[in-house]
């Protein structure tokens, strides 16, 4: 009986091992292949380019259609193969003060570099990461990322209500195939099976990159304004920022720069601070706030509103909404992407550089990210 149960069980999989010695051996090479069927599609993504799915002159390939996926694991178990012995591990000896002086080093020269730097994004979510991504794709930008938490990627790292999967309408999926990143895809949208393996990739190639510098647990309490023009953040330890109160003065440091982005996200705690304080300063007459969800409004309208709002400052991601009165948008994250990657766009052009919404770039501008990417004084429509 429970032969047949088993036998039930395993019909859909094939399983074949093959080993190089005898199982008794110490030491086996083994490969196994296991095919499952299943009714999904999954879309093959592109190799990861310097180029901008806003620039994407080569043809997006069509998604494969497949009623099975093989999976080929090879698995060695031959303890030759590992270079070390770990039943007798030893690390090398260091003293205490090299650790100590290596992680102050690197950090003081990245604090005296970005004293005065290109750009300032203020937030790691997903929008603040696309933005950074696609500015830093230009190796002569300076780019620093103060994000107030110890773990950057705001919330993507999971989709809506805790659960583990992210929803990108087309065409945003384009941003996936330039990272890299795959996905089961549907008619009008995809599916990442974890938000995790989009903030978790995202971040590995934005920070690898020598022109970037993410300063997290780094609160951006307020701005630099001179002549009504936004010049910079004011910064402080995120643990002092969040102690002003129970204790006595502690004075904050500065960041110059020539733009900086705000992408504090949606009202809360320390959500849409770069647009609340523009507020408190004069600098806009309100912020109203973020209206109910409709998901086909809101992302159309935070891409579309993406922008600079005032003279040295762009607000991107659902910061936009609240400054714009535009819907929420739930869990679908393609407008976070975006919105960050036009925020970018809007930098080059105020940097001097070409970008994809003055028409310097156009002639490689993907035809499925025109409306997106358009400028426009239109707002947003509850």
């Not at 012995?85 to 992680?103: A, D, Q, W, Y």
């Not at 330890?237 to 982005?261: G, I, R």
């Not at 109203?288 to 992302?299: H, R, T, V």
Request: proline share 5%.
């Amino acid at each position: 009986m429970c032969t047949k149960i088993l036998a039930s069980i395993i019909k859909p999989y094939s399983f074949i091992v093959t080993a190089t010695t005898p199982m008794a051996a110490t030491s086996m090479a083994a490969t196994a292949t296991f095919t499952t069927t299943t009714t999904t599609t999954t879309k093959p993504h592109n190799p990861p380019s310097l180029l901008s799915s806003f620039h994407s002159s080569k043809p997006i390939s069509k998604p494969t259609s497949l009623t099975a996926r093989t999976f080929s694991v090879s698995a060695s178990l031959s303890a030759s193969t590992v270079p070390y012995n770990l039943s007798n591990f030893k690390f090398e000896p260091i003293k205490e003060s090299i650790v100590s002086r290596e992680m102050t080093r690197r950090y003081m020269t990245d604090m005296i570099t970005h004293a005065d730097t290109d750009v300032v994004i203020i937030g790691a979510g997903s929008a603040g990461l696309s933005c950074a991504y696609e500015l830093s794709k230009n190796p002569d930008i300076n780019i620093a990322i103060v994000e107030q938490s110890v773990s950057p990627g705001g919330g993507a790292w999971l989709g809506g209500q805790l659960f583990s999967a992210m929803v990108v309408r087309k065409p945003a999926n384009l941003f996936l195939d330039e990272l890299g990143v795959e996905y089961d895809e549907k008619d009008t949208y995809v599916v990442v099976k974890h938000a995790a393996l989009f903030t978790s990739t995202i971040m590995s190639k934005l920070l690898a990159r020598p022109n970037v510098k993410l300063f997290n647990a780094v609160a951006a309490e307020d701005l630099i304004v001179k002549n009504g023009r936004v010049g910079g953040v004011v910064t402080n330890w995120a643990l002092v920022s969040m102690n002003h109160d129970t204790q006595s003065c502690m004075d904050p440091n500065v960041m110059e720069a020539k733009v900086v982005v705000s992408s504090c996200g949606h009202d809360g705690p320390f959500g849409a601070t770069g647009v609340k304080r523009l507020k408190s300063i004069g600098m806009i007459g309100s912020v109203p706030g973020m209206k109910a969800l409709d998901m086909n409004a809101a992302e159309d309208a935070i891409v579309r509103l993406t922008r600079e709002i005032v003279p040295g400052m762009v607000v991107t991601g659902m910061e936009v909404a609240e400054i714009d009165g535009a819907c929420r948008m739930g869990p679908t994250f393609g407008a976070m992407m975006m919105s960050g990657q036009k925020a970018a766009h809007v930098v080059l052009g105020l940097l001097g550089l070409p970008n994809a919404l003055d028409g310097a770039s156009a002639g490689n501008l993907h035809h499925d990210l025109v409306l997106a990417s358009a400028e426009t004084n239109e707002f947003a429509q509850a």
